[in-house]
Structures are given as C-alpha cells and as structure tokens.
C-alpha cells in the first residue's frame, strides 16, 4: 500500500465527516443559517474543536458576504483550498543547520509514541549520512532508555544514558559534552512524559533545555513535540503546556489509524501557529514521514 493510501486509511473518520461537508456542496444548496449550522457540526465532529470552527466559520461567512457568494459550493471550495494555505507555515521542514551538536528536544506525554519516534528520526538522519548520538533523558522510566537503546542500535547511531533515576539534566549534560567531543552532527535528547506531575515535569524541562542553551551556546535547534493522533482534543492541552516550558518549534503526529479524526492536526496549528513536521503511521523505520499539507488535504478528502 502506498504512503498516500495508508494516509487516508489513517483518516477513515475524517473522510467520512469531510464527505458530508462536500456532499452540502456538491448538492449546492443555498447558503442559509441551516447550511451554516450543518457545516459547523461537520467540523465539532472532525476534532477541529469549537474554537478553530468558530474561526474558519466565522471567515468563511466574511468571504461569502464580501463575495456575494450564492451556494453551498463556493462555501466548500474555498474551505478545501484554505485547509492546505492554513497548514503550511514557515518552518515546515526539520532545520538541520550546520552546527554542531545540532540538538533535538523531543517531549510529549508517556505513551505518545515519543521514544519510537526518536528511533526513526535517527534512523532518516544516518541515512542522510548524519552522525547521531541518542541522549537517553527519561530516567524515570528504565524501559524508555533500553528501547531507545534498540534504536541506536538498529539505526547505527550512537548512544549516551545514565543511571534509572538520576538527574535528567545531568544525563543531558554527559550528552552535551559526548556529542561536543565525538563531534557528531545531530544530538536527539528523549525526555521523561510524566503528564500527571506536570508542574515538576515542566520545571525539569525547562531545566535541560539551560543545560543545552550553556552547553552549546545556544537554545535546541528544534524542539518536537510528539502528540497520539488519537487523543483527540487532549493533545492541543498538551500541546499548550509543552509549549510554554520548552518554546516548541515543531508537532510530531503518531499512531493515526482509523479511528483518528484529523481536525486536531489543524486546531493544535490554530492554537499554537507551530507547524506539523512529521506523521507517523506504524513501527517500522519508513513509517515516519515529514508531513505535507497537500497530501494531508487529499487524505482527509474525497476525491483529492
């Protein structure tokens, strides 16, 4: 199966929501205040959320007064094209510079598909002909780092871990000084997900990404944040809490499959203007791919 198959296999939901909405339009019914209503609901039940609907709603009742617009058709026309201009931001593509260490924050929720994650980026950057080091920070969690150390070892990357238990920060500062004298290109930092504890969570963060910024000069040179496509509107929370402890730079969709809406990838972009850089789809290496508001556009509707 194809990439752009399995994507719209992923977004069985989506397509079924968007079919109604292009079923209002193909129909071209005259735009009234029930068309509106229609139109609305079939976005709540995508997963754009209430506030993001408001807002593609409210500017697409500006356009059709401005335009004159008469039916349901220019409606959805427009909304489809608008989807795609939306969801592609600066920034869309991973910023490799020519620093080195390069660093890569990786945050999210435990369970998101975080560590996994870590292993196929590293897996795309050797290809690329990168050298990675993996920098095992979830010491909270001792199935975290040997997973990740599988990774290293599938991926040929190089890895730096300490002990179950000890400091975070400290095992980012043994990466930090590994990555500076094996003069590697890229440093991939995987961090603890304890949601639950928030408070300390976000304090610890905050806390290795000053190891990073006084070990290397500088902030990370992207900071992802790993969100499961299933979740929902639970992942634009999360997504707001991540952001303003560690300024995130890029979102990560995983584990999208049938049941996964679609919309939260346009309200958690809403919410936080931050670009989607990768999808991910399986477990396997290649199933991490960057993301394309095109192919996210033709995955979502029918006959894209």
Avoid: C
Wanted: net charge neutral; no cysteine; aromatic share 6%.
């Amino acid at each position: 199966m194809s990439w752009l198959a399995r994507l719209k296999a992923s977004f069985g939901r989506a397509r079924e929501t968007m079919a109604a909405v292009q079923r209002l339009g193909r129909a071209r019914v005259p735009i009234t205040p029930e068309f509106w209503d229609d139109f609305e609901e079939a976005l709540i039940l995508a997963d754009f959320g209430v506030p993001t609907t408001e807002k593609i709603v409210g500017g697409l009742k500006t356009v059709a007064k401005q335009e004159a617009w008469k039916t349901s058709d220019q409606v959805v026309d427009r909304f489809q094209r608008d989807v795609e201009r939306f969801l592609t931001l600066p920034g869309g593509e991973l910023h490799v510079n020519g620093k080195r260490p390069m660093v890569i924050f990786v945050v999210g929720v435990n369970g998101s598909g975080k560590t996994t994650t870590i292993g196929k980026l590293a897996t795309r950057l050797q290809r690329e002909g990168k050298r990675v080091l993996l920098v095992a920070a979830d010491t909270f969690r001792a199935a975290a780092a040997e997973q990740l150390t599988i990774w290293a070892q599938r991926s040929g990357a190089e890895i730096v871990r300490g002990t179950e238990g000890a400091d975070p920060a400290s095992v980012v500062f043994d990466g930090m000084q590994a990555a500076k004298a094996r003069n590697v290109d890229v440093a991939i930092v995987d961090t603890a997900g304890r949601l639950q504890t928030k408070t300390n969570l976000m304090e610890e963060l905050k806390k290795m990404r000053r190891v990073v910024e006084r070990e290397t000069g500088g902030a990370p040179g992207e900071t992802l944040l790993v969100v499961d496509g299933t979740t929902g509107q639970n992942a634009i929370s999360q997504a707001r809490l991540f952001h303003e402890a560690t300024q995130l730079t890029g979102i990560v969709i995983t584990k999208l499959d049938s049941t996964a809406k679609g919309g939260v990838v346009v309200a958690i972009v809403d919410a936080l203007e931050i670009p989607v850089k990768f999808v991910g789809l399986g477990e396997q290496p290649d199933d991490l791919r960057p993301f394309t508001p095109s192919e996210f556009v033709g995955a979502i509707f029918e006959g894209e």
